[in-house]
């Protein structure tokens, strides 16, 4: 006789069950990042047309990106500039064979990580520096 499963469970992996791996939120964060500088190109764009149009509308978007919420978009999109270049230069490795080993991947994960906050921090620190000395 056929013995019917009374319990209901789920079919496949979900958000409940499911524990995230550092390839998979790296994978997801790469991607959001690319919107992230999409972003950012847009402001650049609108940061330059500013430039353009004369020296008001320049002191005006210079406010505007110097606010707290301005720096805040700022420093979001230099991390999401360096981030995606080493997860870049990760995947390049991969491209031509190299790192493909689990203790790699995850070695490789956490280097991206750790390399995108320190590049942005230092990328932070020498623009401060820099906007003191000019």
């Known amino acids: ?36 500088l999409y972003g950012g190109s847009v402001i650049w764009a609108l940061w330059f047309f500013a430039l353009a149009m004369g020296v008001e509308s320049y002191k005006f978007m210079q406010s505007v990106m110097l606010s707290p919420l301005g720096l805040i978009i700022l420093f979001g999109w230099s991390f999401s500039f360096f981030y995606h270049l080493c997860n870049g230069i990760r995947h390049l490795c991969w491209d031509i064979g190299i790192g493909y080993d689990l203790s790699s991947v995850r070695f490789t994960g956490w280097m991206v990580v750790t390399m995108s906050t320190l590049l942005t921090g230092v990328a932070w620190i020498l623009g401060f520096l820099w906007g003191r000395i000019w």
């Open 1 to 36: 006789m056929l013995q019917l499963d009374t319990k209901k469970r789920p079919l496949s992996p979900h958000l409940q069950i499911y524990k995230i791996q550092i390839t998979s939120l790296l994978s997801i964060l790469h991607r959001g990042t690319g919107i992230v």
